[in-house]
């Protein structure tokens, strides 16, 4: 078992739309939880980050973090073709390592 | 503020060839790390570099794979004898020491082609 599972989709969703993209884990030792965009051929771009549980708002943005479920998610709202991209859910267990656990990635596609 | 750069862009080598891909981090961080993403998979961690030390190569393959981040200059991940395999693209990150656990910047990557 992976410590990470993400649907790699495709999802394709309407302009406007909320979109809900979800990752779940197995290791409890995970503290920090990332969500990434990363466009074709591009490097990710850190969009938001949450400590343990609860939700977190950055505009059209919000992440949410159940620990007890071991799920995370991430919604946006309002979607825009220019959300168009794969969003990438990352993990840390909060120690000095610094260590990443990434999902797959989701690829979201958002037509006009 | 510049982001974190990677050079080269772009890297073909033939089978049996060395590769040198180099990440200058984001000015005032001093941490780096080296993640590899193969098609159609996520991002996998290999080394985690401070100036002067490696701090965690767990996820580095045993043989042909080395980084170093030396007190001057850029940190480099080689890989010798390159294969087939090899082939992915290989991205650097870094974050300022206090934030590593999650704010980890990445670059543009390196796109590596053994033919």
């Known amino acids: 078992q992976k410590e990470v599972e993400q649907d790699p989709g495709p999802l394709s969703v309407p302009e406007g739309a909320i979109v809900s993209l979800n990752c779940t884990y197995s290791?409890?030792?995970?503290?920090?939880f990332m969500w990434y965009r990363q466009y074709s051929r591009k490097g990710p771009e850190l969009l938001m980050y949450?400590?343990?549980?609860g939700n977190k708002e950055d505009g059209r943005f919000t992440a949410q973090v159940d620990k007890s479920s071991k799920y995370i998610s991430l919604f946006i709202r309002d979607s825009q073709p220019s959300d168009s991209a794969t969003y990438l859910c990352a993990m840390n267990k909060g120690s000095t390592l610094g260590r990443l656990y990434f999902g797959r990635g989701t690829q979201l596609t958002v037509w006009p | 503020n510049a982001g974190v750069m990677q050079n080269p862009r772009h890297l073909v080598r033939r089978r049996g060839q060395e590769a040198r891909l180099r990440c200058s981090p984001m000015?005032?961080?001093?941490?780096v790390y080296w993640y590899r993403q193969l098609p159609e998979e996520g991002l996998k961690f290999m080394v985690y570099?401070?100036?002067?030390?490696?701090?965690?190569e767990s996820g580095m393959p045993k043989e042909r794979f080395s980084a170093e981040f030396p007190k001057e200059g850029p940190s480099i991940l080689r890989i010798q004898q390159v294969v087939r395999g090899d082939s992915a693209a290989y991205f650097c990150?870094?974050?300022?020491?206090?934030?590593?656990?999650?704010?980890?910047?990445f670059g543009p990557g390196t796109r590596l082609t053994v033919t």
């Open positions: 000015k005032g961080h001093s941490h």
């Open positions: 290791n409890s030792a995970f503290q920090y």
């Open positions: 570099l401070q100036k002067e030390n490696i701090i965690d």
């Open positions: 990150a870094s974050s300022p020491p206090d934030r590593s656990s999650y704010e980890q910047y």
């Open positions: 949450t400590y343990s549980s």
